[in-house]
């Protein structure tokens, strides 16, 4: 597989991790216009998060919320470059075969990290099966994930477009 081979690949969306989830909620709420999509909590992660549907893309924030595998990877960026970019979530039609290219470029690809999300207000639960792919570049570590299977409800919600 080469550089040039067409891959059926999107960016789902973007991760800004905050230390204070309420706190980047309402800032954020005021930025955009809207009230969330979504808010709620990742149990077998270890994180809580806020979801905003834009017109093309959703934006989340995302905080340490208890004990898994994301809230350490959260907790170090957030150590490391406080508020930020934390990620970059890429969809794609076939799991496996994005997973498999990206380890033919010797990229770190975790196998699926099985999870879910539950709206804090609705109880409304959100099927997750992620992928964890590293990535060190100058700035630091970014954490990029990509997101197999997402049956995601968000609330219909007033605000700007």
Known sequence: MTHQDKQDTRIDHLIIVVPDLQDATDQYSTLLGRSPSWKGTHPDYGTANTLFQLDNIYLELLAVKGNGPAADIVQTLL?????????????????????????????????????????????????????????RGRAGHLLVLYRAQRDLRFADVGGVG
């Open 79 to 135: 150590d490391k470059r406080g508020s930020s970019l934390g990620g970059l979530v890429f969809g794609t039609q076939d799991a496996t075969a994005f997973i498999k290219r990206a380890r033919s470029f010797d990229l770190m690809a975790s196998d699926p990290v099985p999870g879910q999300g539950i709206d804090d207000n609705t109880g409304v639960q959100s099927s997750l099966a992620e992928y964890l792919l590293g990535y």
